[in-house]
């Protein structure tokens, strides 16, 4: 009879862990979608710093600099090529997912994606925050060559209620 409860307690830990681990294998998809995203606003404050587009003190926030305030939707990158400008919009009707939020194209049930089964993906559950701001120097004033990015990409997983988030930090300086 212990035999049969320890074995039963066993049992059922294991099959805790097995559910758990089959609950994030769901949302490892999205996971990497999360983190591809912030690491793509990352990538557009060092492109628009690298390729001169705008001048250092336009690397701010909106009404300031060039790049949105708060949490936005992710859209499509307007002229600049830059993600989470102020000039971002509606992906074009002829999208993937049509007009609206960004997506991403998945493959389909062949596993081999460019083929005709391929799927869509809307990310209109993700938004995605970029905040910049001032680093200071060890006196208290405000480093005019350096300043810190915080890209924030925030998510309700499929079938969920709770929100994720996933954060990337860096410094930029004024030097490429």
Do not use: H
């Not at 705008?54 to 305030?69: D, L, S, V, W």
């Not at 102020?86 to 049509?98: E, G, Q």
């Not at 309700?156 to 030097?175: C, D, K, Q």
Request: aromatic share 6%; hydrophobic share 40%.
């Amino acid at each position: 009879m212990i035999a049969i409860a320890i074995m039963s307690i066993g049992i059922l830990t294991l099959i805790a862990a097995f559910a758990s681990a089959v609950a994030t294998t769901q949302t490892s998809q999205e996971n990497l979608i999360a983190r591809q995203k912030a690491m793509e606003a990352m990538e557009s404050v060092y492109t628009a710093r690298n390729s001169q587009q705008i001048a250092f003190a336009q690397i701010a926030n909106f009404p300031t600099g060039i790049f949105t305030a708060g949490a936005t939707q992710l859209l499509c990158s307007g002229t600049d090529g830059l993600v989470n400008t102020t000039d971002d919009a509606n992906c074009p009707a002829n999208a993937p997912c049509a007009a609206g939020p960004e997506c991403v194209v998945l493959p389909g049930p062949d596993g081999i994606l460019g083929t005709s089964d391929d799927q869509a993906m809307s990310l209109g559950n993700f938004t995605r925050q970029v905040a910049i701001s001032n680093v200071l120097n060890p006196d208290g004033t405000v480093n005019a060559t350096l300043k810190q990015i915080t890209v924030t990409v925030s998510y309700i997983p499929t079938g969920s209620t709770t929100t994720r988030s996933y954060t990337v930090n860096s410094l930029i300086s004024a030097w490429r």
